[in-house]
């Protein structure tokens, strides 16, 4: 079945610090990577996505790497701000209709 | 309109009570989805509707559990005789079908089971 696997958080950082959390996945076939990213009180908003291997995503500053050898999407950013505090969820479509997320990682950026 | 919109944003109700969520996805989406998200948990998929098709209700947790869609237009999520594990966020989502990406979320209804 498909799956997804994210780093526990919370994570803690100084702000310009480099970010990475680690995404895996177990899917059949050629699925779609997403990052979504919910600020304290809104709802899922998109960060990026990927939808074929070796593609890269990008967008405010944050990169992934859609991975099919090591089935990895890892989000990264070179240095973080205390306005991305948030919690960041790595997603995968594989067809059917539904997306399959991760539990979700928690962000916390001290000044 | 210009996102989807969720109402109630929030609901306190009693055990035992029933409850009903309301989702206006963006227009002109035809696919329309449920997710539930219990506190410190990732998505869990509920129902999704595409179009006239027979809805995939392969997510809902119980027979307390249903959803309707009239058309490509509102939807409503039903809980029946609610239970404290009921208690979560409830996130509606849209895209313009179902294997078109991204789907665009709500803020959700955040339900808590007194």
């Known amino acids: 079945g498909n799956s997804v696997t994210q780093m526990e958080g919370p994570v803690t950082l100084s702000e310009e610090a480099f970010l990475t959390i680690n995404c895996t996945y177990t899917a059949t076939g050629y699925p779609s990577l997403f990052w979504y990213v919910q600020y304290p009180g809104e709802g899922l908003q998109l960060l990026l996505k990927?939808?074929?291997?070796?593609d890269k995503g990008s967008n405010k500053g944050f990169e992934a790497t859609y991975r099919k050898e090591t089935t990895s999407f890892h989000l990264e950013k070179g240095s973080v701000q205390v306005s991305d505090s948030a919690v960041y969820f790595c997603a995968l479509y594989n067809q059917g209709g539904k997306l399959i997320f991760g539990q979700g990682t928690e962000l916390s950026v001290k000044p | 309109g210009a996102g989807v919109s969720q109402s109630p944003s929030n609901k306190v109700t009693e055990k035992g009570k029933d409850v009903e969520l309301r989702c206006d996805p963006i227009s002109g989406h035809t696919a329309l989805y449920w997710y539930r998200q219990r506190l410190g948990q990732g998505l869990e998929f509920l129902i999704y509707?595409?179009?006239?098709?027979?809805?995939?209700k392969s997510g809902l947790p119980s027979d307390r559990f249903s959803a309707e869609r009239t058309g490509e237009s509102v939807s409503t999520l039903t809980i029946q005789r609610t239970q404290q594990e009921d208690s979560a966020v409830y996130l509606c989502a849209s895209s313009l079908n179902r294997d078109s990406q991204p789907q665009h979320f709500g803020d959700g209804t955040r339900l808590s089971i007194l």
């Open positions: 509707f595409q179009g006239n098709s027979a809805p995939d």
């Open positions: 990927a939808t074929k291997a070796d």
